[in-house]
């Protein structure tokens, strides 16, 4: 079964400092991992966007890197802003399916 | 360009009526997507459109249906609500390929 598990579940910071969130994944072949930021209330947002071939990807402030052969990948956040308070979901495609399979996400609060 | 739009984006049923969410893609993107997010489980996949067809159908009953026009605009319905469809309601569009781009939901409460 096509599970994607991201950790921590919620996670709590101070203005400035850097995090690390991890997103790992069962779903095989793999296709392509995704990284939202939702904001409450709103629609999630593509932070980045990795297939097979790329191990890292940068979006600003946002770095993503995967490795495919360990199914893992983590989304590190530098210098973390009050506006960065905010889900973070981990999307993978494959499994033969174009259905994707969404982590839990991770609530990011950063506070001043 | 103008984001995905979707109306209404607040809406309280009565258990039992049916409800009709409406979905505008962006501009010159074919395909749209459905998902339900709950606190439970998170974010879901309903279904696919493209060039009004539905191509992908995810894990639900079937008083979840959906349609799409011509015009690449999208509606979703369910009939018969339940208390457990309380949930935001995402429509997401796409030119090709992996990008998506998600609209602000529609949030229903059923009561």
């Known amino acids: 079964k096509n599970q994607v598990e991201q950790s921590p579940q919620s996670l709590i910071i101070l203005e400035g400092k850097n995090c690390t969130l991890q997103?790992?994944?069962?779903?095989?072949?793999?296709?392509?991992l995704r990284w939202y930021k939702q904001d409450t209330g709103r629609g999630p947002v593509s932070l980045t966007i990795m297939t097979f071939s790329e191990n890292t990807k940068s979006n600003g402030r946002y770095t993503a890197t995967l490795d495919a052969d360990t199914k893992q990948s983590s989304l590190h956040i530098t210098a973390s802003q009050l506006s960065d308070s905010a889900s973070y979901i981990c999307v993978v495609s494959g499994g033969g399916s174009y259905i994707p399979t969404f982590g839990r996400g991770t609530s990011l609060i950063v506070h001043p | 360009k103008a984001g995905v739009t979707q109306t209404p984006r607040y809406l309280i049923k009565t258990r039992g009526q049916q409800v009709t969410l409406s979905c505008s893609p962006i501009s010159g993107h074919r395909s749209v997507s459905w998902y339900q997010q709950t606190p439970g489980q998170g974010l879901q996949f309903l279904f696919e459109y493209f060039s009004e067809t539905q191509r992908n159908k995810g894990n639900f009953p079937g008083r979840f249906s959906g349609r799409q026009f011509s015009n690449s605009r999208s509606e979703m319905n369910v009939s018969t609500l339940e208390l457990g469809d309380s949930a935001l309601y995402l429509c997401?569009?796409?030119?090709?390929?992996?990008?998506?781009?998600f609209g602000p939901g529609t949030r229903l409460t059923v009561t």
């Open positions: 997103c790992n994944y069962t779903v095989s072949p793999f296709s392509n």
């Open positions: 997401a569009s796409s030119p090709q390929g992996y990008e998506q781009y």
